[in-house]
Structure formats: structure tokens, C-alpha cells
């Protein structure tokens, strides 16, 4: 399997501008996490699905923040309008258990 | 007061070394243990994994947590260049994956 795929790698942006970030979890896998991380705040918890549903979006900093999962191999993130406070690494994680499987990351600049 | 606690380090040590990497928390609802290993530019992947308080060893990795002092250990024995990385530990109430989390991350560094 070619794991937790995510694009795209590296986005630069403007303030204000909509970005959409991509995400194919492990086939089999039933549940998908996004994540963010940052050298202030670590890595944190966004969102995450479970069978395609979103179960827990307490993490969605704010309503700019949307996350949606058609279907068991595909889910998007998007920012819209983003800010560079948003500059960060987005992951990607799926799981059939306990452990988390990640991507490589999305890594976002908003000028 | 975060729930979980690390060292951000860095931490810079000879070839050969032992490393010991720590965590301390608050929650003693955290029954699950893990340590995730972050190359640079890469994604975090589980190195080890244990449950409730004990030892667990895995080849040079050897995972220790005491519960009753709410801190966990990871050492590495005989440490090489590709050890090189960002150490997060993690853990968790329930054996799911939904509930993780994760500390700051060490990043540590073997000089050849």
C-alpha cells in the first residue's frame, strides 16, 4: 500500500485566498484524522471521521475551517479565507485501531 | 497547564549513547502509551506502544511508564546518526485512535 497520501506538498498563498487540501486515506482504513502542527503549538487534533462521518470537529479553530469526507477514500480541508496565522503543516492520519498512520504533510504559507 | 508535557529540547548526543526522552502528564485516565518517531519533512510513525504502567522493549527502544508519577520514558540504547529525529510522545485514554494526545516532541540529534 502506498499509505496516507496527501497534496498537495507545499502551497504558498496570499491572505484571503480559499485553500483546499487534499487527502487519500490507507484502503481499509475507517477512520481519518486531520491535524495541524506548529513549533508554538505542537501537534493538534482539527477533525476527525469515523466510517466518513466528521465525529469530533471541536479541534476546527474557526468557521473559515471546513473538513468533508464523500467517501472512504478521499477527504478535503479548506480554508476559506485563510490568514497567515494558518501557516502551519497539515496532516493527514487514518487508522483501523489504535495506531495513526500519517502523511507526509501538506506545508502551508499564507503571506 | 497542557495535559501532556515535554522537553522540546534540542538534545544533542555522541554516537553510541544512551538516550533517555520523558513526558509527564496529568491525566490519570491515560491508560495507552506511545511514542511517535517524526523524521524531518516527514509524518510522525508509532514506535512503540504500551499499556498501563511497565516496561516494553523493542530491539535498542525501551518504553517505561510509571503511572503512579504520571511519567514515561523512552530509552535508546546504542544510539545511531539515523536515530536523528523529532520524539512525540503520545497517549490516550481508550486503545482508539480518536483520543490521542500528543506532546510538544524532543528533537534529538547524533553527532557520528
Known amino acids: 500500500d502506498a499509505g496516507v497520501i496527501q497534496s498537495p506538498r507545499h502551497e504558498v498563498t496570499e491572505m484571503g485566498q480559499e485553500v483546499t487540501l487534499r487527502c487519500k486515506p490507507i484502503?481499509?482504513?475507517?477512520?481519518l484524522f486531520w491535524y495541524r502542527q506548529t513549533m508554538m503549538r505542537g501537534l493538534e487534533l482539527l477533525i476527525y471521521?469515523?466510517?466518513?462521518?466528521?465525529?469530533?470537529d471541536s479541534g476546527m479553530p474557526e468557521d473559515r475551517f471546513s473538513a468533508k469526507m464523500p467517501n472512504a477514500s478521499f477527504s478535503t480541508l479548506k480554508i476559506q479565507p485563510s490568514e497567515p496565522r494558518d501557516s502551519a503543516v497539515y496532516f493527514c492520519?487514518?487508522?483501523?485501531?489504535?495506531?495513526?498512520?500519517f502523511g507526509e504533510g501538506s506545508r502551508l504559507t499564507v503571506l | 497547564q497542557k495535559e501532556v508535557e515535554q522537553d522540546p529540547g534540542p538534545l544533542s548526543v555522541p554516537e553510541g549513547a544512551i538516550v533517555s526522552l520523558n513526558c509527564t502528564y496529568s491525566?490519570?485516565?491515560?491508560?495507552?502509551f506511545m511514542w511517535y518517531r517524526q523524521y524531518s519533512r516527514k509524518g510522525p510513525e508509532l514506535l512503540m506502544y504500551t499499556y498501563s504502567s511497565g516496561n516494553k522493549e523493542d530491539g535498542r527502544f525501551t518504553a517505561q511508564v510509571d503511572k503512579s508519577s504520571k511519567y514515561i520514558s523512552l530509552f535508546i540504547r546504542d544510539s545511531q546518526p539515523s536515530d536523528s529525529a523529532t520524539y512525540l510522545c503520545a497517549m490516550s485514554p481508550y486503545s482508539s485512535a480518536s483520543k490521542i494526545i500528543f506532546g510538544s516532541g524532543t528533537r534529538l540529534s547524533i553527532r557520528p
Open positions: 484502503s481499509g482504513h475507517n477512520s
Open positions: 492520519a487514518s487508522s483501523f485501531d489504535e495506531e495513526l498512520f
Open positions: 471521521f469515523n466510517n466518513n462521518v466528521p465525529i469530533d
Open positions: 491525566n490519570s485516565a491515560f491508560q495507552y
